[in-house]
């Protein structure tokens, strides 16, 4: 379900007899963005990316989280036919691609770096992307790792930052 697929949301945030095709429409008559979950879950085919595509203004932005066939299951490991068809995917909506959305599992920890440095380099320089570090040890004194920090930030990379009471990143 995508996040503007909310039925809930009817007579709040859509008119209240929106049907759930016009959901997107309405969703980007009132937002800038939205992040796409269901890519995290589910592949999303181009013709799909295309069609939500075509519901919305050329400014709204489309913020797709990557499958966690990648981040979850493989652990960024041995994972370049998959990057491929992820990035050749979401690069259909052009300038409606916003950032990707990288959330690592929670118990990514700084020992797989390796595998987060060789995930970087498979990505070329210019995608956009940000990553969401969840494990404590890539932090140190409420900072992610200086080393890890400089080279995001020199390959571009965002960094999310979550501020939730039961969280510590």
Same mark, same amino acid.
């Given at each position: 379900?995508?996040?503007?697929?909310?039925? #809930?949301?009817?007579?709040?945030? &859509?008119? /209240?007899? +929106? *049907?759930?095709?016009?959901?997107?429409?309405?969703?980007?008559? =009132?937002?800038?963005?939205? #992040?796409?979950?269901?890519?995290? &879950?589910? /592949?999303? +085919? *181009?013709?799909?990316?295309?069609?939500?595509?075509?519901?919305? =203004?050329?400014?709204?932005?489309?913020?797709?989280?990557?499958?966690?066939?990648?981040?979850? *299951?493989?652990?960024?490991?041995?994972?370049?036919?998959?990057?491929?068809?992820?990035?050749?995917?979401?690069?259909?909506?052009?300038?409606?691609?916003?950032?990707?959305?990288?959330?690592?599992?929670?118990?990514?920890?700084?020992?797989?770096?390796?595998?987060?440095?060789?995930?970087?380099?498979?990505?070329?320089?210019?995608?956009?992307?940000?990553?969401?570090?969840?494990?404590?040890?890539?932090?140190?004194?409420?900072?992610?790792?200086?080393?890890?920090?400089?080279?995001?930030?020199?390959?571009?990379?965002?960094?999310?930052?979550?501020?939730?009471?039961?969280?510590?990143?």
């Amino acid at each position: 379900l995508p996040q503007w697929g909310i039925s #809930e949301w009817k007579g709040v945030l &859509y008119p /209240e007899k +929106t *049907k759930a095709e016009l959901f997107l429409q309405e969703y980007a008559k =009132r937002m800038d963005c939205v #992040e796409v979950s269901s890519s995290f &879950y589910a /592949e999303v +085919t *181009k013709d799909k990316w295309l069609k939500w595509k075509s519901c919305v =203004r050329d400014t709204f932005q489309f913020l797709p989280k990557w499958p966690k066939t990648i981040t979850h *299951k493989n652990y960024l490991k041995n994972t370049t036919p998959f990057i491929k068809d992820f990035i050749d995917g979401v690069s259909v909506l052009d300038d409606n691609l916003g950032t990707t959305l990288l959330q690592l599992p929670p118990n990514f920890s700084i020992e797989y770096k390796r595998e987060l440095f060789h995930f970087l380099e498979t990505i070329p320089q210019g995608f956009p992307l940000t990553i969401e570090f969840r494990h404590t040890s890539w932090f140190k004194e409420n900072r992610l790792y200086d080393k890890l920090e400089n080279y995001l930030i020199k390959k571009e990379v965002g960094m999310v930052i979550c501020d939730t009471p039961t969280r510590q990143d």
